[in-house]
């Protein structure tokens, strides 16, 4: 496979979660013109600060662990903390659907 095309794949694989962002967002909250673009500048923002902070950090413990996994590890942990705060966002929310009367 060319490099070309390899690039193109990855990039694709790479953008396409964004578009899944829009929709979870659009089902859940009524947004209007201004709550799209909003939204695409706070995701802009959070994946700027991720990829500012997170090599950072990897550096910081790699020369605290001195294991080269370290990183892993720590993306593991983020990834925790992301799925425990999403389940418990998903979880009132749906106690606050089924308690609001029809």
Same mark, same amino acid.
């Given at each position: 496979?060319?490099? +070309? +095309?390899k690039f193109f794949l990855t990039g694709v694989l790479f953008f396409v979660p964004l578009g899944v962002i829009y929709a979870v967002w659009s089902q859940g909250e009524p947004v209007g013109m201004l709550g799209i673009p909003l939204l695409g500048g706070l995701v802009g923002m959070i994946g700027g600060l991720g990829g500012f902070v997170l090599p950072l950090l990897f550096g910081v413990l790699n020369d605290i662990t001195g294991i080269w996994s370290s990183?892993? *590890? +720590? $993306?593991?942990? $983020?990834?925790? $903390?992301? $799925?425990?705060? *999403?389940?418990? +966002?998903? =979880? =009132? =929310?749906? =106690?606050r659907l089924v308690a609001q009367p029809a």
């Open positions: 496979m060319k490099i +070309a +095309a990183c892993f *590890m +720590a $993306l593991f942990v $983020l990834i925790l $903390l992301s $799925l425990g705060w *999403m389940h418990t +966002a998903i =979880r =009132r =929310r749906e =106690r």
